[in-house]
């Protein structure tokens, strides 16, 4: 009886994160990763939680507890970053982060003696690395997606960077930043206990806002000042790292700095590049066919593989070789770039620009509106409890192009939103 109690608690923690758009396949690997960061007791709990930020009022509820009773398990979870705090005003709000990018990630972006991390490496690796579920949906489903690549703004020349905008620059969103944290790059720290990481610096990953509160407040980051974090993003230029980010114009709320070989963002846009897992920059290495001298550097340097050698059909020099870019692959990162000294890689922009959705609502409304899950995402019982949420939610909503708004109408099947759609487009609003 305890083991059936014990498989449904569990069950029901998975059901409760496929409600958000970016979930997590049902496996016997996934409910091993489980077992691993939540008791049986915080699985069940966390199940009942919202998937959208509550107070301790709303856990005491669900939990069937006083507000008194829920507050020292909500720190609990938070200080095993299964569940992200925030204090407003001096209201604390907590969150339960999704799988990616969330508590996954958290669970090794510190040392830890409280769990094996040794042994949650390994069936991270097989989850994510070796299964191919949990990458398809994460980054495959709809063509909003979780992350996007920044350009190497380092490696643009001076036509080319006047023409950037301040969402386009990872500069931009460390100066932006209320707050800093650096943690433990969890890719790479994952491979390391398998025995394959690389040698890219481990202490890179950066958070910002109140996801990066947190984090720091519980231990798995530390907290950093922006001189520092800037002298960070060159630094990993300079290792031909891939700046990858949340794909948002306002208050991304990660920054990672990834190697082909460890970050999974990287190996799914090796593996599924047709499919567009990584939302790429607005830019393109373009190749000066006449200063090429096939050297190769810059496929060497590429961490998604878009760039090839190949013969430079060449009669007076039948060995020649010089380089081809795969369009669909490319990042537009510019990690190619400073690698090619005889200067034939510059880097130019996209003929379309793909502009990221506004805000971390705005990108979940749109990603749950993709992925059929919006009902999920309006109506759970334990997700508006305020009316606030449901406002900000609606609001991302009308902010959509009208085939999309209407697509939205059709999944939600509301007439509050029907008529809310209705009444902003009669009065010009959307």
Sequence with gaps: MAHATARSAYRDLVDRLNRFPQGAPPSDLLYRILRILFTEREAGLVARLPIRPFDAGTAARAWGMTPEEALPILEALADKALLVDAVRNGETRWVLPPPMAGFFEFSMMRVRSDIDQKALAELFYQYLNVEEDFVRELFTRGETQLGRAFVNEEALGEDEALEVLDWERAAEVVREAPEIGIGVCYCRHKMQHLGRACDAPMEICMTFGSTASSLVRHGFARRAEKGETL????????????????????????????????????????????????????????????????????????????????????????????????????????????????????????????????????????????????????????????HRLLASVLGAVLKLPPVKRALANEQVKSRYLGALIARAEARGEV
């Design 231 to 386: 002298d960070l993003l060159h630094e990993a230029r300079a290792r031909g790292l891939v700046q990858f980010g949340e794909n948002v114009r306002k208050r991304p709320a990660f920054i990672c700095n990834c190697c082909g070989c460890c970050c999974e963002a990287l190996i799914a846009q090796r593996r599924f590049g047709f499919l567009k897992p990584v939302h790429t920059t607005g830019f393109l290495p373009e190749i000066d066919r006449a200063r090429c001298n096939g050297c190769g550097k810059c496929v060497t340097a590429c961490p998604v593989e878009a760039m090839a050698l190949v013969s430079a059909n060449d009669p007076k020099a039948p060995k020649k070789r010089t380089v081809r870019l795969v369009e669909d692959g490319c990042l537009g990162c510019g990690v190619c770039v400073p690698t090619c000294r005889p200067g034939a890689l510059r880097l130019v922009r996209r003929g379309r620009r793909t502009i990221p959705p506004l805000d971390t609502v705005h990108r979940s409304v749109v990603m749950a509106l993709e992925r059929g899950q919006l009902a999920d995402l309006v109506f759970d019982d334990r997700t508006l409890v305020r």
